[in-house]
């Protein structure tokens, strides 16, 4: 019985909005006012303009980051966001953010993006993937690739990459370097018989809750898989995946209505007074940003590592999708990149 009540106070904490992150056990606590100080570190976060990734931006700076990178396909989100940022925090922090326009879809630029990075530090503590295309209908890519996996996987695998000898300097320095997945329950929805085998079965139409919840599996596989590889030559470069919660932002409450024009509501107002806020969404994703040891979790709202489902555990499925994914990416970019010998390396 008892099991069965911490079960309960655990989903309603990893979930919900409100007093929820009250209920959860005492070791799993966390909060935003418990985010240690991190001056003198730098962060690099795709999604950083709106919602949850807003958040974490803005946590940060308050927690004395030295500089933040932000990546995110609208330069009208980041004018926004800077304006909030300049009001509530002051134009000495807000001149702590360099921005860069790139859709995460468009791998090339991702990749010039990282490059453009790369030019400006030699040093990144923190990197949240963040940016995501929301629970919308099935589209290719330019390259011909399902938009949810280029998006939320690829260009993300991309943008890691390419900062890879970063992190490992960083982390060589006696940093601790801390990479962060914004995963989600929905990964649940993604379809049993998941393989990750080929191109045509990316491309595949699941419908929005399918794409999206495969592509987040995605995200959970390629953090696990990072902390295989990447941790195990490199202990102090960590790699966790999150999920945020059921939270109150432009993904739940505008995207939804582009497959669901009228379902939509029952997320976008039905569920509005159970939500979290994007600070509580950010809590899980700023406690393995800044203050956890562990690697290869999946960490819920406050701080509560679960397991995920079973695909989300198998180790060989994430081999498998990062091998689908060195082969994509090497095949559609081949002329742009790997023949002018980007070695595209993975850890
Ligand atoms: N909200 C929830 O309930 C919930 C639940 C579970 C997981 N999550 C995950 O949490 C993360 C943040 O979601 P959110 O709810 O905070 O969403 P949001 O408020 O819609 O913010 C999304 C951010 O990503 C950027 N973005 C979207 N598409 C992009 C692209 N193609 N290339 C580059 N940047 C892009 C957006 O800026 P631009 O518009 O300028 O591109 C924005 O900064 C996502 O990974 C999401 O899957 C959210």
Same mark, same amino acid.
């Given at each position: 019985m008892a099991a069965v009540i911490d079960t309960v106070k655990s989903t309603i904490a990893e979930n919900f909005g409100g007093p929820s992150h009250s209920v959860a056990s005492k070791e799993h606590q966390f909060s935003l006012e418990e985010v240690p100080d991190v001056s003198g570190k730098i962060a690099v976060i795709t999604?950083? $303009?709106?919602g949850i990734g807003y958040a974490c931006v803005h946590t940060l700076l308050s927690h004395g980051i030295s500089k933040v990178f932000i990546i995110s396909s609208n330069q009208s989100s980041f004018d926004e966001a800077h304006k909030s940022i300049s009001q509530d925090l002051g134009e000495e922090l807000a001149k702590k953010i360099t921005f860069f326009e790139c859709d995460m879809g468009n791998w090339s630029n991702v990749a010039k993006t990282a490059k453009k990075i790369a030019d400006q530090t030699d040093r990144i503590d923190i990197l949240i993937n963040d940016a995501a295309r929301g629970i919308m209908t099935y589209q290719l890519t330019e390259y011909g690739v399902d938009r949810h996996m280029a998006v939320n996987h690829f260009g993300h695998v991309i943008l890691t990459s390419h900062l890879l000898p970063i992190f490992k300097a960083t982390a060589k320095n006696g940093n601790t370097v801390r990479l962060v997945g914004l995963g989600s329950n929905a990964h649940q929805g993604t379809p049993s018989d998941c393989k990750f085998a080929s191109l045509d079965e990316l491309n595949q139409d699941l419908g929005p809750n399918g794409q999206y919840g495969r592509s987040k599996l995605a995200v959970m596989l390629y953090h696990r898989y990072l902390a295989r590889h990447l941790s195990s030559s490199h202990p102090n470069i960590l790699s966790n995946s999150v999920h945020p919660g059921f939270v109150d932002t432009k993904m739940s409450t !505008?995207?939804?209505?582009?497959?669901?024009?009228?379902?939509?509501y029952a997320m976008s107002a039905g569920m509005q007074p159970f939500k979290k806020s994007q600070w509580q969404g950010a809590v899980s994703a700023m406690y393995c940003a800044t203050? $956890? !040891?562990? $690697?290869?979790q999946y960490v819920c709202p406050p701080a509560i590592p679960e397991a995920g489902n079973e695909l989300a555990q198998d180790e060989k499925l994430g081999e498998a999708l990062m091998e689908l994914t060195v082969k994509i990416v090497k095949e559609k970019t081949k002329e742009e990149s790997v023949e002018k010998g980007c070695p595209f390396s993975l850890y």
């Open positions: 999604g950083g $303009t709106a !505008q995207d939804i209505h582009e497959p669901y024009p009228i379902a939509g203050k $956890t !040891q562990a $690697t290869g």
